[in-house]
C-alpha cells in the first residue's frame, strides 16, 4: 500500500471515529523516523481540544489501528491540535477561513512570486482566490500551493480595549 492510499483510507476511518464525538479530522500525516513510522493525527473541533483531548484521541486512535493491524511494522502516533497557525491542506480548510489572512509557499513561480500572504477572499474545490497587499488579488489553484498556514494575530481584538481604556 503506497502512503497516498494509506492516508485517504486511514482518514476516512479516523474521521468515523472523531465525528462520533463531535471532532474533525483536520490533518494526518506521516514522518519516517529512526526506523518507525511517525503518525501525526491533527484532530480539531469549534470550542477548540485541550490537552486532555489529544490524550484521550491518542489512547482511542491507538487502540484502534492495534486491533485493526492497519499500518505495517513500527509506529509512533502523536496526537495533537492544527493549533492557531494551523496548515491549510484541503479546499475546505481554506473555505472556513475566508477573510482571514494566510501565507502561501508555492511550488513554482506564479507571476513571478513563490509567496503570497494575504486575505482568503474566496475558495472552491480546485482553486482560492488571496488578496495580497504587494500582488493584487490573485487565484491560485491548489495543486500549486507546496504549504498554506493562517497568521494568526494573537492581540487582535484587543487593541481596541486599550485605547478605549487609555481615552
Known sequence: MDWNTLKEDLSRRIQALLQDESFDLWDLEFVSQAGATVVRVFVDRPSGVTLQD?????????????????IRGRYVLEVGSPG?????????HYARYLGATVEMKLHDPHEGRRTFRGEIRAAGPDSMVVADPEAGTVSLPYASIRK????????EGMRGQERRRKG
Open 148 to 155: 498554506a498556514r493562517l497568521i494568526v494575530d494573537p492581540w
Open 54 to 70: 489529544c490524550a484521550y484521541w491518542n489512547k482511542k486512535i491507538g487502540r484502534y489501528l492495534d486491533a485493526e493491524d492497519v
Open 84 to 92: 492557531l497557525d494551523r496548515t491549510l491542506t484541503r479546499p475546505e
